[in-house]
């Protein structure tokens, strides 16, 4: 089993800026990818980026340019720097990794304010 903790989550206003953090516990499962997904009120869990082992990554469009996500494989840590924040980027954002199965974390609340 791999479990996750995430942190950074918080209230900012628009144009601002916020580092996610995401921790995962040592286990034997190799995990190919991690990454975090968006969950807004209402709406399904979408995909915002993600990166590889190797260190490929993919946006969401709507983050591209603004996103980065990045990797410590030693730490077994994924972070997502989010910077010129905008409103409808506000949900609970899920840090996940990928091994033979999708582990989750407990998500983390991000709210955009105008």
């Known amino acids: 089993q791999v479990q996750l903790v995430e942190s950074g989550g918080g209230l900012v206003q628009a144009g601002g800026s916020l580092r996610l953090y995401c921790a995962a516990s040592?286990?034997?499962?190799?995990?190919?990818?991690m990454g975090w997904y968006r969950q807004a009120p209402g709406e399904q869990r979408k995909l915002v980026a993600q990166?590889?082992?190797?260190?490929?990554?993919n946006y969401a469009d709507s983050v591209k340019g603004r996103f980065t996500i990045s990797r410590d494989n030693a730490k077994n840590t994924v972070y997502l720097q989010m910077n010129s924040l905008k409103p409808n980027d506000t949900g609970v954002y899920y840090c996940?990794?990928?091994?033979?199965?999708?582990?989750w974390g407990q998500g983390t609340q991000v709210t955009v304010s105008s």
């Open positions: 990166i590889t082992s190797s260190g490929r990554t």
């Open positions: 040592r286990s034997s499962v190799s995990i190919n990818a």
């Open positions: 996940y990794a990928l091994g033979f199965q999708y582990y």
